[in-house]
């Protein structure tokens, strides 16, 4: 039996699956920004929600995305080249994730976040 079909579907399933994430995060974000606009809410505030909004349905599509190529290239060409290419692709989205956690919560993803160091047993 070759598996290389349906490891070639399942990897295009976790691509349809990052795309979707981003799509659907970002006309979530949309929505709830036009909501907090309408409800008032001063406009800063609403515009910093819907940017962690946008910036959180990224990093969801580009886990899947980097999951999903990594599935393939492991799975069905593992080759010098293609892990070479895996590799730079996975960097780049690596960098792409943290610049993204930066920006969303103003610290590096291992550092502990403030409110975890004021309550840390929970």
Not at 85 to 114: D, H, K, M, N, Y
Request: aromatic letters at 8%; charged letters at 20%; hydrophobic letters at 50%.
């Amino acid at each position: 039996m070759d598996l290389k079909p349906v490891i070639e579907l399942v990897g295009e399933a976790i691509d349809v699956a990052g795309v979707a994430a981003i799509v659907v995060g970002t006309v979530v974000a949309t929505c709830q920004f036009g909501h907090r606009l309408l409800v008032r809410r001063p406009p800063y505030d609403a515009y910093q929600r819907y940017r962690k909004g946008l910036g959180r349905a990224i990093l969801l599509g580009l886990e899947f995305l980097v999951a999903a190529d990594i599935i393939r290239t492991v799975a069905i060409s593992p080759t010098f080249a293609g892990v070479g290419v895996l590799a730079v692709i996975v960097l780049v989205r690596t960098f792409l994730s943290f610049s993204l956690e930066v920006e969303l919560e103003g610290r590096w993803p291992w550092q502990a976040s403030a409110e975890r160091t004021r309550n840390p047993g929970g």
